[in-house]
């Protein structure tokens, strides 16, 4: 696969998490989540999840089995949102390296294109699920509110860089 296909998320949303239409992703087949955590689902340096991402994440979970995925180290962390949303987890994932990613695909027994990875950064999560042919999904960082983060300047230079690189998307 070549860098510019590994750059290209399969759905790029304006919109965050609680934004993302839960209905389409049903109709692909997507049969499971993972989900990172750190601006995805949390705020930055925040340990409580928006409202609006809760509301978001029970509604999916009501249908589909979900995954946390975080490179954070902090078990206590992570641990404790995925304790307050009834989640597994992972932490130190190490992506865009897919051996956490694996065992949770080895977890789920579902095949590659039936799992969306979600997540808000271009070179870890897109590139993670990518390698191993799952459904990508690249939404925006979120903010306490669960509405786009206007002071996220990483995804925006990533998105110029993958378009520098040869990739399509941006």
């Given at each position: ?42 705020p930055w340096r925040q340990s409580t ?29 992570i641990g404790a949102v995925a304790a ?11 992506k865009p390296r897919r051996a956490a ?70």
């Open positions: 696969m070549s860098l510019r296909q590994l750059l290209h998320p399969d759905w790029l949303l304006d919109c965050t998490l609680a934004e993302l239409p839960l209905q389409q992703l049903l109709e692909r087949q997507i049969a499971a989540l993972v989900v990172d955590v750190d601006l995805t689902l949390l999840v928006p409202r609006s991402c809760q509301r978001w994440l029970e509604e999916a979970h009501r249908q589909l089995p979900i995954h946390l995925l975080s490179n954070n180290p902090s078990r206590e962390r307050d949303l009834g989640l597994p987890f992972t932490t130190s994932a190490g990613l694996r065992r949770v695909l080895e977890q789920l027994q579902l095949p590659h294109r039936q799992v969306a990875l979600i997540g808000d950064r271009l070179f870890t999560d897109v590139i993670a699920g990518n390698r191993l042919g799952l459904y990508t999904v690249l939404v925006k960082p979120t903010d306490p509110l669960g509405q786009p983060c206007r002071h996220d300047r990483l995804q925006r230079l990533e998105l110029r860089l993958a378009h520098w690189l040869g990739s399509s998307v941006g």
